[in-house]
């Protein structure tokens, strides 16, 4: 009996059925050279995934993830009154689309113009923070003097890069800017770098900065203390603040984070 | 069933569904970065179309349509940009000299590389069907070809694979 080289592959392929299935089950039971021929089959399928299965445990990009979790949170606000150009289903025949031209060049250009223009509306203050604190603040950009570490919650690693302690490192952690959490400190933005980083803005009370998470640790980029003694200059209050904000602006690679992506960041321990 | 209802399910589904978007990416596109911006839109076009998504059908097939039509899309703009890159130096490298995996490195490069190979039409079906798991007739509406277009293209890239592999298929 013969059996063709399709035959062959269908049944390798699971494809076949009921008598087709038996009938060549039975031809490879009988014939030894059939029977190397799909254990070859069967071997390319295992070579393939091999090759390519590591995939499905790599790290997920959290783009991915925060890009669907933000669309969910729309849909709860927003409703589904808006969507475009729908994507053709499946059951329709494939007529020959005109070819949409896509490079990811252009696409990925186009990407970041759309984040920037969305960070234009700015790094803002939350609604909540305090209006009427008179705190004389002046910003120390990327120095940090007189600060007490047992207060703050930093200390010094030996590169003197400035790491999150303690209440700090907890508090960069767990809070979130679209809480409102009542307490010494507070979130008042979070967002990303270029590099797909997290950073946030806080504020705990004596002190105030903006904390970007290394692999494990909290690193202080930015600090600014509220004791006058630090500078001859006075300021509003807030403005240290109003400061670190635009600092943050400048550092983000896009919008600050909404309340949703915050949350899957959170999950995420901040991890890029 | 209510409308946000669905959505959840939609956007539930769809992270479920990332892992093995990715995997699919990456036999398209050769390159891990590349796949990832394939991924990445086809995320969001499938969010963007996600109304024309039919409850109750299968989710993973009308994603990987989109991400197909999204790589087709690609390559003929490659294609335009750069008539005159050849794919020849791709295939000329070897396993890197003393490293202790090596035997091995050398096998998984050998898969990449004949995979590689492959016109990306064989390539798309080899992906489907072997790799991704889908029935010939699932894999032919994806493709949005005929099923005998599909178990054709199927039979030469796998035959091409066999030969390429002979030594450790």
């Known amino acids: 009996m013969s059996v063709s080289e399709e035959e062959l592959a269908a049944y390798a392929d699971g494809e076949l059925t009921g008598p087709d299935a038996e009938r060549i089950g039975a031809a490879i039971a009988a014939d030894p050279a059939l029977a190397v021929r799909v254990d070859a089959e069967k071997r390319l399928r295992a070579l393939l995934r091999g090759h390519l299965d590591p995939v499905l445990t790599e790290t997920m990009p959290e783009s991915l993830t925060l890009t669907i979790a933000a669309a969910a949170a729309e849909d709860t606000e927003a409703g589904m009154s808006d969507a475009q150009s729908p994507e053709p289903a499946l059951s329709e025949p494939a007529s020959p689309q005109p070819a949409r031209i896509l490079d990811f060049t252009a696409a990925r250009a186009r990407r970041q113009q759309q984040a920037r223009a969305a960070a234009r509306p700015r790094f803002v203050l939350p609604k909540w923070w305090g209006t009427g604190a008179a705190i004389a603040a002046s910003l120390a950009l990327g120095l940090f003097f007189g600060m007490r570490t047992q207060d703050t919650g930093v200390r010094v690693t030996s590169e003197g890069a400035l790491v999150a302690t303690g209440m700090l490192s907890r508090g960069l952690d767990e809070r979130l800017a679209s809480a409102n959490e009542s307490g010494k400190m507070r979130i008042l933005t979070s967002f990303r770098l270029g590099d797909g980083g997290y950073c946030r803005v806080y504020d705990a009370g004596a002190t105030s900065g903006i904390a970007c998470k290394d692999q494990d640790n909290w690193i202080l980029e930015r600090t600014a203390t509220s ?34 992506q915050e949350q899957a960041a959170r999950a995420a321990g901040w991890r890029k | 069933m209510n409308a946000s209802t669905s959505n959840d399910r939609f956007c539930e589904e769809l992270t479920a569904l990332l892992p093995r978007l990715r995997r699919f990416a990456r036999g398209l596109a050769r390159d891990a970065a590349d796949a990832d911006d394939l991924c990445q839109q086809t995320v969001e076009r499938a969010l963007k179309s996600r109304q024309s998504w039919q409850d109750g059908t299968r989710l993973d097939a009308w994603v990987y349509r989109i991400m197909r039509n999204q790589w087709i899309d690609e390559i003929r703009a490659r294609t335009r940009r750069a008539q005159t890159f050849t794919r020849e130096e791709e295939g000329t490298n070897v396993g890197r000299p003393g490293d202790q995996d090596a035997e091995n490195l050398v096998e998984i490069g050998n898969v990449g590389r004949a995979l590689a190979r492959l016109p990306d039409e064989q390539r798309e079906a080899v992906m489907l069907v072997l790799v991704e798991g889908f029935a010939y007739k699932e894999a032919a509406e994806i493709i949005g070809v005929p099923q005998g277009t599909l178990t054709s293209r199927l039979g030469r890239g796998r035959e091409a694979l066999l030969r390429e592999l002979g030594e450790i298929a």
């Open chain 1, 227 to 260: 004791d006058k003694a630090q500078s001859g200059e006075y300021r509003q209050a807030g403005s240290a603040q109003q400061d670190l904000m635009a600092a943050a602006q400048a550092m983000a690679a896009g919008e600050p984070l909404d309340e949703a």
